[in-house]
């Protein structure tokens, strides 16, 4: 790639990362969500793989190689969220607090079942799509990876 | 409107059918996401009305419906899981046979069989004789 | 309540975890089995609760029903995820056993497990198309399991051809939406009546072309048979004795249940489709010989075999097409895992399934051929009387020949003289209660490629499920009062 796309990139990561929190903060209010959010972000990530090739994108940002976990965690939150109510005897996605209870807020943003389910599914998009993206950056060895892997699990 | 969206719904779907029949793997995943959108354009034209934003509908004048809005969310998702699973398995076709054309999967799966079958051959042959054998 | 939030949620979860770990090490794959054991239970409680003829309801969010999704569990449902939960079970069981060879096995299964179960319990069009998808792309990663590259041709064939038919059934569901404008089952079957017969049929065909293809009728088999010819047997269990009940549940609740009008119209075609199935699948499992391929073309003429029954309708086709999907994805599942397996009794486990594949008794499958014969003469239909018995007929000859190019032929080479001396050298090992390869080896004097018997912990699963074949043969009265439980509730639609 050419110096301009590198230096594209490097430049639009940081604004990216910008507009897709606000994309899924102010989600509750006005257009956006999770999802939309999620896929700004790796919408930017896949910039830094074009641009850097993946072995130089994840070394600059060793982060990334924690998407399949982070999909993984973020499904995990927005099931809870969904099914938290349930312990309580109530129904699975139930709005949690209920309408006109205390609601704690953080400046603008009222932490609700909602706004974590959201926050999960954000995790959970962003995590496999940076996932999807690093395996078609750089398709696994299969073969001597998978025997190394026989050994250690032995 | 409806019949705008059907129309074009129709377009869709044959476009991507016609890439799924072509020979180029990518073409193919290309085909079915096609396939997928009509599938989400007929689902929203499924539910087209017109109105308030259904968020609280307190005024006189009848909320849209939000239904189609949350299904077809859910479609264009599941089409982007699929999307995903396709574009990893082509990946790993590429990888394994160095092609990225159905031809040349059928012909590796062909090939394949043969040998499976010639392999069979020999020693279901050992054993008729052998029965025969046992007979007399 | 409880029961049921756990049946979806417990294996959803777990199944998510052990995406993160090294689903070949052993621990992990009991954890799989774990997960599904306790989704199972729940199932089996859920089941005690709603049969014969009551039904549990969820609406998530606690909305009022129609505005939020609605989960329901009802004696069809409920039939079908226990049934489809134990073919899992049984199959994860036997790989775990068997030593599984990927990372994300167990995950997978468990994550199909929670597909299946979501849309036999779901109450809600759209969300039943969402599980329904989570169950069809697990499948289809599980498809491209194993060592063999050449799955990965057939694995790519079976994600496209069944996709068309996913988003075929998203279109349908939209078109349902449209006219009816509802999403819940029970408002969908209570609006059909009114709906414009064109778009009505229109839709009903559509769905059949859907589930069709799931469930690989006549015309749309041509995926099937590559599938199941390269997988590994518990994947090959796992896709016909549980994901193919997909196909068979779709038919009977959108049919049955929520389009019994077009059902009716169209009875001739799906008899005469189910016939086509039924003669096609059962030549062309005679002509082949590869076990998993015939097994295979095996799958397509009994899946005709529940078209014909619920083409006959009325309460007793429908319990017959009910009872007869059951026994089919029991007796094969049992057919695919010991298939592949060698030493004492899997032969008696295989034979087991191959009869009730025929429909002979004492085994189970004698069940669902008698009951389509029942039917066959309350119609007072020649043609599906003839029918049944060519096609039991060829079931017999391709089960069999089957039988004997596996397990008498294998030890006539094996023992070098007889039968008998092959199965005593396989009962000293089952005796002595290890694996002994060497041993198995030693028995086949000259025939080096001949397996060695199959561990004993994998056998009994075969053997196990056998049994329960041949109980429910001798003690069929649980089954059949089951099966037409099930068929109440599509009977006069969905209640």
């Known amino acids: ?154 | 409107m409806t019949l705008v969206f059907a129309l074009a719904a129709a377009t869709i779907f044959g476009f991507g059918a016609y890439l799924v029949l072509t020979n180029d793997l990518v073409r193919v995943v290309a085909g079915m996401v096609l396939i997928s959108q009509s599938a989400v354009l007929v689902v929203i034209a499924s539910g087209l009305t017109r109105g308030a934003a259904p968020i609280l509908p307190t005024g006189d004048e009848r909320p849209s419906d939000a239904l189609v809005q949350a299904m077809a969310l859910t479609a264009i998702v599941i089409g982007l899981a699929v999307t995903a699973l396709l574009l990893a398995i082509v990946a790993r076709v590429r990888a394994t046979l160095h092609s990225l054309e159905v031809r040349e999967l059928a012909r590796d799966e062909a090939e394949h069989t043969a040998e499976i079958e010639q392999s069979q051959e020999p020693q279901l042959e050992e054993l008729d004789r052998d029965e025969a054998e046992d007979e007399q | 309540m409880t029961a049921l939030v756990l049946a979806l949620v417990l294996p959803w979860a777990v199944g998510a975890l052990l995406l993160l770990a090294d689903g070949r090490r052993r621990r992990w794959g009991w954890t799989a089995v774990a997960a599904v054991a306790a989704n199972l239970a729940a199932l089996v409680v859920l089941a005690v609760k709603v049969l014969p003829d009551g039904h549990e309801t969820v609406v998530t969010g606690g909305w009022e029903g129609g505005i939020g999704i609605v989960v329901r569990a009802d004696a069809l449902g409920v039939t079908f995820a226990l049934l489809s939960s134990f073919v899992v079970l049984a199959a994860l069981v036997h790989e775990v056993l068997d030593g599984v060879r990927s990372r994300t096995f167990p995950a997978l299964v468990v994550l199909l497990c929670t597909g299946l179960t979501g849309l036999f319990l779901t109450g809600d069009v759209f969300n039943f198309y969402v599980f329904f998808e989570l169950a069809m792309i697990s499948a289809y990663v599980l498809t491209a399991y194993g060592d063999d590259r050449h799955q990965l041709g057939a694995a790519l064939i079976f994600a496209v051809v069944n996709l068309v038919g996913s988003f075929l059934f998203l279109i349908a569901v939209a078109a349902m939406y449209h006219v009816t404008g509802t999403l819940s089952m029970e408002q969908v079957a209570e609006r059909m009546a009114g709906v414009e017969p064109n778009a009505a049929i229109l839709i009903a065909v559509t769905f059949f072309v859907a589930f069709g293809t799931k469930l690989g009728l006549f015309p749309f088999h041509f995926w099937l048979p590559a599938v199941y010819a390269g997988t590994r047997p518990a994947v090959a269990a796992i896709l016909s004795g549980a994901l193919a009940n997909i196909g068979a549940y779709g038919l009977l609740r959108f049919g049955a249940g929520l389009l019994p009008e077009e059902l009716e119209l169209g009875s001739t075609v799906l008899i005469v489709i189910g016939s086509a199935s039924v003669i096609y699948g059962a030549l062309l499992a005679v002509s082949r010989r590869d076990p998993a391929e015939m097994l295979a073309y095996s799958s397509i003429g009994q899946a005709g075999y529940v078209l014909v029954a619920l083409g006959l309708g009325g309460p007793v086709g429908l319990a017959a097409a009910v009872l007869y999907a059951i026994l089919n994805a029991l007796s094969k599942a049992l057919l695919f895992l010991s298939g592949a397996l060698r030493g004492a009794l899997v032969a008696g486990a295989f034979a087991v399934g191959a009869l009730s594949l025929a429909g002979m008794p004492p085994a189970a499958g004698f069940l669902g051929k008698l009951a389509l014969f029942h039917t066959g003469v309350e119609e007072g239909s020649v043609a599906l009387i003839v029918l049944l018995f060519c096609g039991g007929a060829l079931a017999f000859v391709y089960a069999f020949q089957l039988y004997q190019h596996e397990f008498w032929r294998g030890s006539r080479v094996k023992a070098g003289t007889g039968l008998e001396e092959a199965a005593a050298a396989s009962a000293k090992e089952l005796a002595a209660g290890r694996e002994l390869p060497i041993a198995g080896g030693a028995a086949g004097s000259d025939v080096a490629a001949e397996p060695a018997a199959s561990p004993v912990a994998v056998r009994a699963v075969s053997v196990v499920l056998a049994l329960i074949v041949l109980a429910l043969g001798l003690w069929p009265e649980p089954l059949l009062s089951l099966s037409s439980d099930a068929a109440a509730v599509l009977h006069g639609g969905a209640r």
């Open chain 1, 1 to 154: 790639m050419t110096i301009l796309t590198e230096a594209v990139a490097r430049l639009l990561l940081a604004p990216s990362l910008m507009v897709a929190a606000a994309i899924l903060i102010k989600g509750y209010v006005d257009v956006g969500d999770g999802f939309a959010a999620a896929v700004v972000v790796s919408l930017a990530i896949a910039l830094q793989y074009l641009a850097f090739g993946a072995r130089r994108a994840e070394q600059e940002l060793p982060v990334l190689r924690f998407a399949p976990q982070t999909a993984i965690v973020g499904l995990l939150v927005a099931l809870s969220s969904g099914f938290f109510a349930v312990i309580s005897g109530g129904a699975p996605f139930t709005h949690e607090p209920s309408v006109g209870a205390r609601v704690v807020r953080i400046g603008r943003l009222e932490l609700m079942t909602a706004v974590s389910f959201d926050f999960g599914i954000f995790l959970l998009i962003a995590g496999a799509l940076v996932a999807l993206i690093h395996h078609l950056a750089e398709p696994p060895e299969l073969e001597p990876d998978l025997e190394e892997d026989a050994e250690a699990a032995r």
